[in-house]
């Protein structure tokens, strides 16, 4: 499959910016299941200081805002091709030490509610359990936008029983870590049928199994990423892999606009849930 891509995200603001700094984690890279065909990133009213991977290999942009803008356009586009691997990524190829995932964060430390939910899905081996679990996810929390925020945390939308792509994938998380498995977070893309214009990135998580490495479960949706799944970053949590952060030095309002197509064949579609 062939997806073409196109990504907007414009930050205004209420007054000329002095000094601002974004992280952008918008380059998706070669690699099992998916191959770039073409991509390029371009930022209208902030200069690239510097590129790089990062510890997780997240192809990474280190922007600075133009002093006295008011806004910041950034745009990332291009073609990918995508095919199905059941969700299997494959081996740990990543500078950080496979321990790592296995790490509480503040976003995905799990309490009482979160360990009986992982201790309740059961299955005859590890990848089993995990399959019973994305589905456990999936019927107890609902979607909801606007229920959460990015800084819920996994226990708090368990609790809420309600939210979006990333608690989703912040539950499946701290529970695979409650039971001795790594996991880690992905940020990326997702070709939906039902909508033509989608507001946010897609995410789900990976768990590292014995024999097969890296496979991925999406819990929102209840599957394993397939073709129409492109990944952009990975890391412990959100804050690893967020396609875009940073910070603004001085008190001022910020409105955020995004619009984010994804094609397959000239047929637009989009995402629903994320």
Known sequence: MRLTIHHRTEYRYD???QFALQRLRLTPATGPGQTVVEWTVEVDGA???VSYADQFLNQTHLV??????????????GEIETEDRAGVFGPHTAYTPLWLFLRDTPLTKPGKPIRDLARSATGESDLARMH???????????YTPG????????????????GVCQDHAHIFIAAARSIG?????????????????QTATHAWAEVHLAGLGWVGFDAANKIC???RYVRIATGLDYTDAAPISGL?????????????????GGQSQSQSQG
């Open 64 to 77: 600075s805002v133009t002093s006295g803008r008011d806004s910041i356009v950034v745009t990332a586009q």
């Open 181 to 197: 498995l790594p996991a880690r977070y992905v940020s990326g893309y997702l070709l939906m049928e039902d909508t033509d214009e």
């Open 248 to 264: 603004v030095h001085g008190a001022v309002n910020e409105t955020l606009d995004v619009t984010l197509t994804v094609q397959d």
């Open 132 to 142: 019973a679990l994305m589905e456990l996810i999936n019927t107890t929390v609902a």
């Open 15 to 17: 007054e000329p910016v």
């Open 47 to 49: 200069a690239v200081e």
């Open 147 to 162: 229920a959460t925020e990015s800084t819920t945390t996994a226990e708090q939308a368990l609790e809420a029983k309600a």
């Open 225 to 227: 990423p397939d073709a």
